[in-house]
């Protein structure tokens, strides 16, 4: 008979889930260079506050630029690096960064299918909460679309809402949401003060 193998450490570590576009940059409809990032107002004093208050930083985007042939995986890549090293230069350092590059009617057949990773499909968070050991439950998801709120209620995250920051869009249903707020630094004080 074999050892018992040891328990697995609980997962207790939080994680606040971040849209790039519309949440931390400004939404250039399918941005496709570093020189597009334009990273929004109090972002990353924002992040700063979330980071001191023991919350791992996650991005978690939707980047169809892939399956449409716009970039590739390297190109993508490459701009997410000069984000959160632009973030870093400003205080806010980021963990990590998870991206769907599949898109249903994408133009490049091996990224065009129907997938788990593509929000409102829950499959980023769930690959971070087991890459990072993360407590779904205690972990927030901010998003300025419908899609991003229902893949953090099917992960069973916590939702936020950032309203009118996607220009253009149409206006997610609030109700949906556990909070609304305007912009990223508001919404950190509410994950701050309301999620222990």
């Given amino acids: 008979m074999a ?24 939404d250039v409809d399918h941005l496709t260079s570093a020189n597009q990032i334009q990273v929004l107002p109090r972002v990353p004093d924002a992040l700063a506050l979330l980071r001191a208050a023991g919350w791992r930083l996650i991005i978690a985007t939707n980047q169809s630029v892939v399956a449409r042939g716009w970039l590739d995986e390297a190109q993508l890549r490459g701009i997410h690096r000069a ?8 205080g806010a350092t980021i ?5 769907c590059p599949h898109h249903p009617e994408g133009a490049v057949a091996a990224y065009r299918r129907v997938c788990e990773c593509r929000k409102p499909n829950p499959g980023m968070l769930l690959q971070a909460a ?67």
């Fill in 83 to 90: 984000l959160t090293a632009e973030l870093a230069a400003r």
């Fill in 3 to 26: 050892p018992d193998e040891p328990a697995a450490p609980p997962q207790t570590e939080r994680a606040v889930f971040l849209d790039r576009d519309g949440v931390l940059i400004a």
């Fill in 130 to 196: 087991r890459d990072w050991r993360l407590d779904l439950r205690r972990s927030v998801i901010v998003g300025d679309a419908a899609s991003d709120v229902e893949a953090g209620r099917r992960a069973g995250c916590h939702t936020l809402l950032i309203r009118g920051a996607a220009a253009g869009q149409a206006d997610p249903d609030p109700a949906t949401a556990d909070f609304i707020a305007p912009d990223l630094w508001t919404g950190a004080a509410w994950i701050i003060s309301h999620l222990r």
């Fill in 95 to 99: 963990d990590a960064v998870y991206y």
